[in-house]
């Protein structure tokens, strides 16, 4: 039987041997929510790069550019982070240079592993079913907040497990806390969401709209992967 863990962090993920396994990026708050929405919605590609120099030079190869830094968009670039801005008409069947304060930097240091694919709230059972599918051991990568712990990501990780309690086992203890957390909260999701501190963080940028759709499960059955370096449909 092939085994989950989790990783709070993208500080900790040196720690996992990401070889023959797939890694499930998840960043709630709101990254992979954004990409999720995005890739449903019609952009082509997303690519994630870790700095706003990488994304900035994109846009001479054509790329429309999202950055976001402290939960702000960036002053500079077309948008910041909310999925809703993902979802605009204007990007169907474009391309997207991406940088997060969190998720991108956890998806660039996730490149060790065979696959590497997108998971929110928004594609929750598009990306347990793959996972099933595929038999392989799993790796849930946690973005957090700037190398810390994250309530939201880890409540993804323990709604992404109880899908696969029946052909997974738990391969530590951060699997089992994971899981322990959302069974508490699954029935006040959102309302557990928003008491956590991004969220209160992002309370300035007027955004509970852009978390309640991060909050929505199974709004998409896409599965976004990455294939060369940029972000697609599976």
């Known amino acids: 039987m092939p085994k ?4 709070f962090s993208p500080e900790l993920i040196h720690l996992f041997n990401l070889e023959r ?5 998840t960043d709630i708050l709101r990254a992979t929510s954004c990409m999720t929405a995005g890739i ?3 952009v082509a590609k ?7 120099e990488e994304c900035s030079a994109l846009k001479e190869e054509g790329y429309f550019t999202a950055a976001e830094r402290n939960g702000g968009k960036v002053e500079g670039f077309d948008i910041g982070n909310s ?19 969190n998720g991108t930097l956890a998806i ?8 590497i ?6 594609n929750l059972s598009t990306v347990a079913n793959y996972l099933i ?10 973005s957090g907040w700037k190398g810390n712990y994250s309530l939201e990501d880890t409540l993804f990780a323990g709604a992404l497990i109880e899908k696969l309690t029946s052909a997974f086992g738990l391969g530590d203890d951060a699997s089992f806390s994971a899981f322990a957390s959302y069974k508490v909260a699954k029935n006040n999701l959102l309302e557990t969401v928003l008491g956590s501190s991004h969220a209160k963080r992002l309370e300035k940028y007027d955004i509970k709209k852009d978390i309640e759709l991060c909050c929505a499960i199974d709004k998409y059955d896409v599965l976004p992967f990455l294939q060369n370096g940029v972000l697609i449909k599976k």
């Open 4 to 7: 989950v863990e989790v990783c």
């Open 46 to 52: 997303i690519k994630p790069v870790a700095t706003l």
């Open 117 to 122: 694919l997108i998971g929110s709230f928004l």
């Open 40 to 42: 449903a919605s019609g």
């Open 83 to 101: 999925p809703y801005s993902y979802m605009e008409d204007r990007f169907k069947g474009k391309n997207i240079a991406a940088t997060t304060t």
């Open 133 to 142: 599918k595929e038999n392989k051991d799993v790796i849930i990568h946690c």
């Open 108 to 115: 660039t240091k996730s490149t060790a592993a065979d696959e």
């Open 21 to 25: 396994k797939v890694v499930v990026v």
